[in-house]
């Protein structure tokens, strides 16, 4: 009896098929058990020639065992596969390979081809496993077709990509990343190169390191997604990049993509540097001076450290630009940001605050009085810092470029704090103010902050707030002051404005007028004396009696200056009917100074319609005979400072008789201003002067009662119309 031995049956020759064909049975029902349980078409053969096949093969093939008993092997693979097939088994080879299998039906499919030869008493058998590997192909092929597209899209990406596994062997780096950073493959094989490469510095590469063991760390315990965040790669050429690196686990590798935010860092850059920072200088601007500001005092807060702002201002900048040219008053303001820098120490701030201005803000100073000293001696380092000459180039001519030496000085204001008891914007503006009175003491020189100073400026802004409500609502009178000849008889009268404030009372004119002047209020308020003044003159000018009588008007320089005082002014007596001739118009040394060609002028042009001109206050100008010579006037006033002691003051005699001297040389009427005494009055008299003003005649009262107040001097020789109560 014929053994079967292991998985594999032994055949005897085709000839003596009979013969074994017993010996065979026994076993069959063994083997047949094995192989139609296979998955696998399973054929036995002999020389090439079919013996048996199991079900499946069967099934997979289509032949029947009858058919396929007794057929040539190569039958089951197509023709240019069975070549190969018959060498492999003279070979006998035993490692599988591919073929392609052929149907009985002439259809095809891709097999894997698995054979073993055996030996059984002299004859030589070959099993032969078939199976379908249709499936498997497909799934190769898919694979193979996904991989392409990955490599594809990985390659062709316009950011930078590599796959490192978890060897940490770089797999591959894409086109992008070679052209970003400039390696290549070979440069960073693995991550170890890659982390001396990318990261030169050795700390700053050991917090790369230890940060991304920490991501890769949380990837693989979470949803394998690699958090990005921003470093700062070196390239094979030596340049930085900031690149944003990510990435993710996939099929076990690390899937790194590295995006370029270089440029994107860059326009971030330009943009806080346009926002925060002077173009010009490059200093801080206002609005990063602020927030620093901000900072600083909670900082102080927290610390009970003091520190100062300290407030710069160039002298005379104006200047230097209107002649020279912007060019050259930028070129000054960025040495002064230069020398300023240079002036403070790495911690503070030096801000533009635009224009001339510039402010340090010292943030760590001793608390108590140091702090004023510290302060003080940054101040004079920086005073003494600008105030060395500065070399500016005025551009080319002729090909050369010429330089000019430019001495600059400037005024400075401090003002400390410590903590938060004050507001930012309240620092700056003591600051400011401080720098003002700087500015006031004669410039190039420094000023603490002093609340009385402040509380004065408090004043000066209710004050002006109140001033614009009252020209608004009208709340000014016009008063008359009583003026007269030597005789004491009334020849007319100054207006003089009053402020009937609904709080205040009434206000004297010193108390308001310099304020409406620097604020222009003036105007508007001068104009409306102006018209009250010829109003009035048109009043008296229709009684006979009265109809002689002069009124004077102050007009201050702002007003005078204004290009279309000359018209106001006539059209205020136009509008009211008053004569030319009774207008005076008084004005004030300084005024006449200001631009003696336009006072001349003007004056000219009102004088030519028969205005009167007195200069006002005189003695206490600059009085100089050069210009008095010039201008077309018609009275002198002796101030009443003057006046008030001209008994008891050698001086102030000598000056009165002076300027009585003067109106005379001159031609000019002399009126004293402030003649209080009758004693006054008689020197006046006794040294020539022969018109008066002054309580001694009548205090300044309203048009209503301005008859009956005037105090007619015994004895009065006058119109006789016109006599007031004694
Ligand atoms: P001013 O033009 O020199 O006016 C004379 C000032 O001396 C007036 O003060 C007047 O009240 C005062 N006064 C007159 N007689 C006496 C006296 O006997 N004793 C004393 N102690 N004072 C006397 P007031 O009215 O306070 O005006 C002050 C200044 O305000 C004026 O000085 C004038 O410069 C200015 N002012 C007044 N009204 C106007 C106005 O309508 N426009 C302008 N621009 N300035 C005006
Ligand atoms: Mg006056
Ligand atoms: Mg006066």
Redesign the pocket.
């Known amino acids: 009896m014929m053994k079967v031995s292991g998985d594999a049956l032994v055949l005897v020759d085709l000839d003596e098929q009979k013969q074994i064909q017993a010996s065979l049975e026994e076993s069959r029902e063994k083997y047949r058990g094995l192989s139609e349980a296979a998955f696998e078409a399973i054929f036995f053969s002999e020389e090439g020639i079919c013996l048996e096949q199991n079900r499946r093969a069967e099934e997979m093939f289509g032949y029947t065992s009858a058919e396929a008993i007794g057929r040539p092997g190569t039958d089951w693979i197509v023709a240019h596969d069975r070549l190969h097939v018959m060498q492999k088994m003279r070979n006998r080879d035993e490692n599988p390979y591919e073929v392609t299998a052929l149907r009985k039906d002439g259809s095809t499919f891709p097999a894997l081809l698995h054979g073993k030869t055996m030996r059984y008493k002299g004859r030589t058998v070959r099993v032969t496993s078939l199976s379908d590997i249709t499936e498997r192909k497909r799934a190769e092929a898919a694979l193979r077709e996904s991989e392409q597209l990955l490599a594809a899209i990985i390659e062709q990406s316009p950011v930078s990509m590599g796959i490192v596994g978890m060897d940490g062997r770089i797999e591959r780096i894409n086109r992008r990343m070679i052209q970003t950073l400039g390696y290549l493959p070979e440069d960073i094989p693995d991550l170890d190169q890659w982390w001396v490469r990318a990261y030169p510095d050795l700390a700053y590469r050991a917090e790369m390191m230890t940060q991304w063991s920490e991501l890769l760390e949380q990837a693989m315990a979470g949803n394998q997604e690699i958090e990005g965040r921003e470093c700062r790669v070196s390239c094979k050429d030596g340049s930085n990049k900031t690149m944003f690196i990510y990435g993710m686990l996939v099929a076990g590798k690390v899937f790194v993509i590295l995006d370029d935010f270089t440029e994107r860092k860059a326009a971030e850059e330009q943009i806080r540097r346009l926002a925060f920072f002077d173009p010009l200088t490059r200093l801080p601007n206002r609005r990063l001076l602020l927030d620093r500001l901000a900072h600083a005092l909670v900082s102080s807060e927290r610390s009970r450290r003091c520190g100062a702002l300290i407030f710069i201002d160039l002298d005379h900048f104006k200047t230097l630009n209107d002649t020279r040219g912007h060019e050259i008053g930028d070129q000054l303001l960025v040495e002064i940001a230069v020398r300023l820098q240079a002036c403070v120490r790495q911690g503070d701030t030096v801000a533009r605050l635009g224009g001339d201005e510039f402010v340090v803000v010292l943030d760590d100073l001793d608390a108590g009085g140091f702090a004023a000293a510290q302060a003080e001696a940054v101040a004079v380092k920086i005073l003494a810092a600008l105030s060395q000459p500065c070399l500016l180039e005025i551009g080319l001519r002729d090909g050369v470029s010429s330089a000019v030496t430019h001495h600059c000085t400037s005024s400075i204001g401090i003002s400390l704090y410590s903590g938060r008891q004050q507001s930012v914007d309240e620092l700056i503006s003591r600051a400011d103010l401080a720098m003002y009175q700087a500015k006031a003491a004669g410039r190039n020189t420094l000023r603490f902050f002093d609340p009385a100073m402040q509380a004065a400026v408090r004043a000066r802004a209710a004050l002006e707030a109140d001033l614009r409500q009252g020209l608004r609502e009208g709340q000014f009178v016009?008063?008359y002051?009583a003026q007269v000849d030597g005789d004491g008889c009334l020849t007319g009268a100054?207006?003089?404005?009053?402020w009937q404030h609904p709080q205040r009372g009434l206000v004297?004119?010193?108390d308001f007028?310099a304020l409406a002047?620097s604020t222009g209020m003036?105007l508007p308020?001068?104009r409306w004396?102006l018209e009250t003044a010829c109003a009035q003159l048109a009043v008296w000018a229709r009684d006979p009696a009265r109809a002689q009588l002069t009124l004077a008007?102050?007009?201050?320089a702002r007003?005078f200056h204004h290009p279309d005082f000359v018209g106001q002014v006539l059209a205020a007596l136009g509008t009211s009917g008053a004569s030319p001739q009774k207008l005076k118009l008084?004005l004030?040394e300084s005024l006449l100074l200001d631009d003696l060609d336009d006072t001349i002028g003007k004056m000219r042009l009102l004088k030519a319609q028969e205005i009167g001109f007195a200069l006002?206050?005189f003695g206490t100008g600059y009085s100089s005979l050069a210009y008095l010579k010039r201008l077309p006037l018609d009275q002198l006033?002796i101030?009443?400072s003057f006046v008030?002691d001209v008994l008891n003051d050698p001086s102030d005699a000598a000056i009165a008789r002076t300027i009585v001297a003067l109106g005379q040389s001159l031609g000019l009427a002399v009126v004293a201003?402030?003649?209080?005494t009758a004693a006054q009055r008689d020197f006046l008299a006794s040294i020539g002067c022969s018109a008066y003003?002054?309580?001694?005649f009548g205090?300044?009262v309203p048009a209503a009662i301005f008859f009956d107040s005037f105090c007619a001097p015994d004895p009065c020789r006058g119109t006789g119309a016109i006599e007031g109560k004694r």
Request: glycine residues 8%; charged residues 35%; negative net charge.
């Open positions: 016009l008063y002051q100054e207006a003089l404005v009053r004297a004119p010193l007028i002047e003036i308020l001068g004396v008007v102050n007009v201050s007003e008084e004030t006002d206050d006033k101030d009443r008030r201003e402030g003649v209080e003003q002054g309580y001694l205090r300044p």
